[in-house]
């Protein structure tokens, strides 16, 4: 779960980590009032699930996809614009009045980033900060290395920039450094870090307690991710966190009642938010053409493998579990139908302790409760295939039925394109 950069800011505060002065408005009337505390000269934040906001850009709902298209087209010639141009999703103000006028141009509009998707993203809040004299932009975070199994933390004096680009560019301009569970953060951690991104003395000391700080509110919230990009260093020699991108294990949310409260619908994909509520497990939406109805973690993944093989893409991993109620099945239809993208459904089931029969009857069901409008490619085998058959020819089911999942996937492709 990702939670807001002002909500991340928030929480870093708590563990000592510094950022700058500020708090949220969801008017142009409360970001002059904050901006008046703040002494005037503050930047405008737009708060949105996504990055990129400096270079993106605020448009009507009707005008999401063709800026996407031109931002993603040509990122480059849609460069920053903090410094003077007024038109990306963070901007600097340097009356409350200006404040205000900023915050009413990005409230309620959309804003659309190289990483919003072309739907963009409608902006609700605007965290209004003090602005900060930066005269470095380095990036810090910590992640969680799968393959270590430990908190990993990164570190480049390329801030202010997406750090996939670097690391494309030039992988040895990122510092990384295991943090030894057992152990947890120790101080040569910092002094390495600091080596790495040229700081000295006070600096080096406060970038050492920062990282130390942050470590601890990762790893106590049981975070994937808390990126700081950019880590600014000020001209009056500050280390503080400009930026602030925390996402936290959803399965570790049961244990953090208080994190769990910070999460925003909105912000979610319309057809996850669906899926969980209609008890659709393990749905995860992706950008292709075929659905995929599939029993099993392993098997859902080799099934997109495979579609991909064959030519196509999928748009959505799911892993329906043990099915013992054909109404998972429909719910499951009935979400994958609600995604405009989707071309033709998969459904591929290996019946162990699932039974084809259960699956069977559900896709019947949904024709009957849907009306199945998409071609629906299905390959059965075992548990009460037998069964699963008979109630299929026995409802006249327009379906297409496939031997292999080679054959299933070449049939889907086929099915979407057609
Ligand atoms: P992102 O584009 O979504 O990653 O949003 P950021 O919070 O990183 O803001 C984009 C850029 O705005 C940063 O890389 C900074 O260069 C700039 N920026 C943000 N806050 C300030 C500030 O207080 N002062 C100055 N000078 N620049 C800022
Ligand atoms: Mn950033």
Known sequence: ???????????????????????????????????????????????????????????????TAAMFARLTADAAAHEGQVRGERVGGVRLADTPAEAEREAASILGHHLVSIQTGPEGRRVQRVLVEEQSAVARELYLAIIVDGARGTPLIMASTEGGQEIEAVAARDPDAIARLAVNPATGYEPYIGRTLAARLGLAGEQAAALGKLAANLCRAAVESDASLAEINPLAVTADGRVLALDAKFTIDDNALFRHEDLAALRDRDEEDRLEVLAAELGVANFIKLDGDIGCIVNGAGLAMATMDTIKLAGGE???????????????????????????????????????????????????DAERELGLKLPVVMRLVGTNLAEGERLLAEAGLDVIRAESLGEAAAKAVAAARA
């Not at 002065?21 to 005037?40: C, D, N, S």
């Not at 099915?323 to 405009?340: F, K, L, M």
């Open 1 to 63: 779960m990702k939670v807001h950069e002002y909500q991340a800011k928030e929480l870093f505060a708590r563990y000592g980590v510094e950022v700058p002065r500020g708090r949220v408005a969801a008017t142009p009337a409360e970001a002059r009032a904050i901006a008046e505390e703040l002494g005037g000269k503050v930047v405008v934040k737009a708060q949105i699930h996504a990055g990129g906001r400096g270079k993106g850009r605020l448009v009507a709902e009707d005008g």
């Open 314 to 364: 999928p748009a959505n991993f799911l892993d329906i579990g043990t099915v013992n109620d054909p109404s998972r099945v429909v719910n499951a239809i009935r979400v994958i139908s609600e995604d405009p993208s989707v071309k033709a459904i998969l459904v591929n089931i290996f019946g162990g302790m699932a039974r084809v029969d259960v699956i069977a009857q559900g896709v019947i």
